[in-house]
């Protein structure tokens, strides 16, 4: 993924017929930072021609979910806003004979393929249609017949070199030509999006495994519409804990709820990308640092099994490495002040991000539970022992300095008492950093059991 020269074109085409998922995440991510790494463009195309299951409810639910896990596409393009374009390469492909009219009813198409099963053949469309004529046709049609069309395969054997597969062929005789237009004159897939990767020069698909097959069939329609073929990467799909495929219609680990769960995108994309490749899975403070770690070479051959799991414990390390100015923003829409030096104190304890907020009620609101009363006269002699204002980062050592030989105390019994006192919990961050914050009046009064 070094730079090139020209600078490449990625797209990430979704059906909007449901939430996303961690395995589109997965697809999402590759594109998009693969787009990033060399300078070149992330398109969002909506693959939104099955009208009856498509809602423009889940297309802004998908423009959410990515704009959650940082990515902002360069365009955004739907495919029901580029039917002229579609009609345009059927008619390309009739006036040169690769697609042709066929009127099998799914019924009878059906009962080919058992007879083909029993007699040992693949199921495989016949062609029977190549052999109408036009009488033919003609009488169909009069019979009230509306053809579909197929793409008539070469059957050959189609090779590219995968970026995460090597060497990939498909052996088009081995398939049925595709239906690319429906008997009611809708599209399918497989041309609208050849017809859109040419014509937005797309340079590079990457996409789920699932979809090797329909490389092959899509590399020979590319070619008979006089297109160049992109660079094709078939990554591994990811799966449930149980091994069971993701599913976007039952809504399996959808970005929306592990969002609304207090998963940080960052975890969810490092751990969406790393998966089910050799690369160590470890947090990422940038979406940058991500797009320099992936490999599309190291993603293995085999499922993945994604464990929400891993990615509670993803989530708290990527907090614990966040630099303020990362969250800043949400910091502040939870009502959490302090600023950096807050956020570098309370960010090694925090497991989800909310968690700063009751960390913010220690330092600046009131805490609930104070010291036992036994150490009553051991908080109020530390009272006494507070270095004059300012406070700053030594304030705690030379306060403990102070306290330890008028005290006696050590180890536990020293420190656990002023802990609690001072921040209401049995632990939390350092009060080396959360001194200061907390400042010498709220200090003061803690330490003394007067309410603060
Ligand atoms: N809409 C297709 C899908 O979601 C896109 C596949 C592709 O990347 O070409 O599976």
Redesign the pocket.
């Known amino acids: 993924m070094s730079k090139s020269a020209t600078p490449p074109v990625l797209r990430f085409?979704?059906?909007p017929t449901g939430l996303l998922h961690v395995g589109n995440a997965r697809t999402a991510l590759y594109n998009a930072l693969y787009a990033r790494r060399a300078g070149g463009t992330f398109i969002l195309r909506y693959?939104d021609t099955d009208l009856s299951r498509s809602t423009s409810a889940f297309a802004e639910a998908i423009a959410e979910d990515l704009a959650w896990l940082g990515l902002t596409p360069d365009r955004v393009e739907r495919q029901s806003d580029r039917t002229a374009r579609y009609d345009a390469a059927v008619e390309r492909l009739k006036q040169i004979g690769r697609l042709y009219p066929a009127y099998e009813s799914e019924e009878e198409l059906e009962t080919r393929r058992l007879s083909r099963r029993r007699r040992g053949l693949p199921p495989i469309y016949d062609r029977a249609a190549l052999m109408l004529t036009d009488d033919d046709r003609t009488r169909m049609e009069a019979q009230g017949r509306v053809p579909h069309w197929r793409f008539r395969l070469n059957g050959r054997r189609v090779a590219w070199d995968d970026l995460v597969r090597d060497e990939q062929g498909v052996d088009t005789s081995t398939l049925s030509d595709p239906v690319l237009v429906r008997a009611d004159g809708s599209y399918l897939?497989t041309l609208t999006?050849v017809v859109d990767d040419i014509e937005m020069g797309v340079t590079h698909?990457i996409?789920g495994e699932d979809?090797v097959t329909n490389t092959g069939v899509q590399i020979e329609i590319i070619e008979a519409l006089g297109g160049v073929a992109p660079v094709f990467g078939h990554h591994n799909l990811l799966t449930l804990p149980n091994g069971e495929g993701l599913s976007k219609r039952l809504g399996h680990l959808s970005l929306r709820a592990l969002r609304e769960a207090g998963e940080e995108a960052l975890a969810v994309a490092a751990l969406a990308v790393l998966t089910g490749t050799s690369l160590a899975v470890e947090p990422v403070a940038s979406l940058d640092e991500l797009a320099e770690r992936i490999d599309l070479a190291k993603i293995s051959r085999a499922p993945a099994r994604f464990d929400p799991d891993d990615l509670a414990a993803l989530t708290a390390a990527t907090l614990h490495g966040l630099p303020h100015e990362a969250v800043a923003g949400r910091l502040a829409a939870l009502g959490v002040g302090g600023g950096e030096a807050f956020w570098l104190a309370v960010r090694g304890n925090l497991a989800r991000l909310t968690d700063a907020a009751a960390w913010w009620q220690v330092v600046d609101g009131r805490i609930e539970r104070g010291a036992a009363p036994e150490d009553a006269d051991f908080l109020s002699q530390a009272a006494g022992l507070l270095p004059p204002a300012p406070w700053d980062g030594s304030t705690y050592a030379q306060w403990i300095a102070a306290v330890k030989p008028a005290s006696g105390r050590s180890g536990r019994a020293l420190f656990h008492p002023l802990r609690l006192a001072l921040t209401g919990a049995d632990s939390g961050p350092e009060l080396k950093a959360l001194l200061p914050l907390i400042g010498p009046e709220k200090a003061r009064a803690r330490l003394l059991g007067e309410s603060a």
């Open positions: 085409a979704p059906s693959d897939y999006s698909v996409r979809h």
